[in-house]
């Protein structure tokens, strides 16, 4: 089953609006997370990392104004989207490494974002 | 830096037939290697990954892949397509160490025609 769950799937918002978007890590704790963002027909750009009790680290490029992550609890990460825009419509994934540095990511089934 | 590199976008087999598809990376170092597959609208599910020892390495739902150091390479395999492996398939790498910054190749999307 899923180790990593991630809500909503699916969202609208209008212009100007913010979105909040979770990523938990189900039976694991995830000291790291991390937030992806995948346009169509594309790959997944890594957007930040999310680290518990910490800021995140931010790729080049990407407004930690706009795009705030906090990860307040050892499994729960929140990606909002502040004042979006259309084009922030988006697919956004998240995804946690369950066990030590050898072990693979385990991904969330990600959310689409539409803003209008 | 590490590149991924997935030559082909889009790939149609017929169900039943073998399939292979084809991943390049650039790094220094032996890296870590993974094979993901994304159904539409979904995240990613992890097939296999490489880390070190045997070249060639068993995944889920009967995919194999072989790591050629000489080559750069870490190509997918299956030697029976079912349709329910439409899908698309990204490769990916990271330093030795882990999980750290995982870059994604572009994708190859997999159609299996009957």
């Known amino acids: 089953g899923a180790v990593v769950s991630q809500h909503p799937s699916w969202v609208i918002c209008k212009s100007g609006t913010s979105v909040k978007i979770e990523c938990r890590s189900l039976?694991?704790?995830?000291?790291?997370m991390f937030w992806y963002r995948q346009f169509p027909k594309q790959s997944l750009m890594l957007m930040a990392t999310s680290n518990e009790g910490s800021k995140a680290t931010y790729e080049q490029g990407v407004e930690k104004d706009k795009f705030l992550i906090n990860h307040a609890s050892l499994t729960l990460s929140t990606l909002t989207v502040t004042s979006a825009h259309p084009e922030d419509s988006s697919f956004y994934i998240c995804?946690?490494?369950?066990?030590?540095?050898?072990?693979?990511?385990?991904f969330g089934n990600g959310t689409r974002l539409t803003v209008t | 830096a590490q590149s991924v590199t997935q030559p082909d976008i889009h790939i149609t087999v017929s169900e039943g037939a073998s399939l292979e598809l084809r991943c390049n990376y650039s790094y220094g170092a032996t890296p870590y290697l993974f094979w993901y597959v994304q159904s539409p609208g979904q995240g990613l599910q992890l097939l296999l990954k490489?880390?070190?020892?045997?070249?060639l390495v068993q995944g889920i739902k009967g995919f194999e892949a072989e790591f050629k150091r000489s080559q750069s390479s870490f190509n997918l395999r299956k030697p029976s397509v079912h349709w329910s492996d439409a899908a698309e398939y990204f490769c990916?790498?990271?330093?030795?160490?882990?999980?750290?910054?995982?870059?994604f190749g572009t994708g190859t999307k997999l159609q299996v025609i009957p």
């Open positions: 490489y880390f070190s020892g045997d070249t």
């Open positions: 995804s946690a490494p369950r066990g030590n540095v050898e072990s693979p990511l385990h």
């Open positions: 990916a790498v990271s330093p030795s160490g882990g999980y750290q910054k995982v870059t």
């Open positions: 039976d694991f704790q995830a000291t790291t």
